[in-house]
């Protein structure tokens, strides 16, 4: 594997509450599977292993969600780096995947946002077919 680009973070919240990310308005967030898609312009593997630890400093917006849900799986698209493009073939291929909450993660690029709502979805086989994508963990 390449040591960059994108990875997914499948992610399950037991138990819906209020999150607050950053400089982002405080927001309810409901119980179920919720989808990160981020990306490594190198060290992916360092990245990756980052989101999983639990001690850390929380520095972007899905440290402070990650640090109330689990982390159930870990994908990721080598050598690939449009993560906004990967959102809206998600919100298109699983019809009840919706954006969790604007802007969030996508600080610093146009699309709405890069964590995305699954509801009780949490079979990502297909999808990871569809989309080339290598589930690592
Ligand atoms: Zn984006």
């Known amino acids: 594997m390449k040591d960059k680009g994108l990875y997914l973070l499948l992610l399950e919240l037991e138990t819906g509450r209020t999150i607050k990310a950053g400089r982002l308005p405080a927001k309810y967030f409901q119980p179920g599977f919720y989808l990160y898609v981020g990306r490594a312009k190198s060290r992916l593997k360092q990245r990756i292993a ?41 919100l298109k291929l699983i019809k009840k995947a919706r954006i969790a909450q604007e802007k969030f993660g996508a600080s610093d690029c146009r699309c709405c946002g890069h ?19 290598k589930k690592i963990s």
Request: proline residues 0%; charged residues 35%.
């Open 50 to 90: 980052r989101h999983l630890r639990d001690r850390k400093k929380i520095f972007w917006h899905i440290d402070y969600f990650a640090s109330k849900a689990s982390i159930r799986e870990v994908w990721t698209k080598a050598n690939y780096f449009d993560e906004c493009r990967i959102v809206c073939r998600i």
């Open 115 to 133: 964590l995305i709502y699954l509801g009780t979805e949490s079979n990502l086989e297909k999808l990871g077919e569809k989309l080339g994508l």
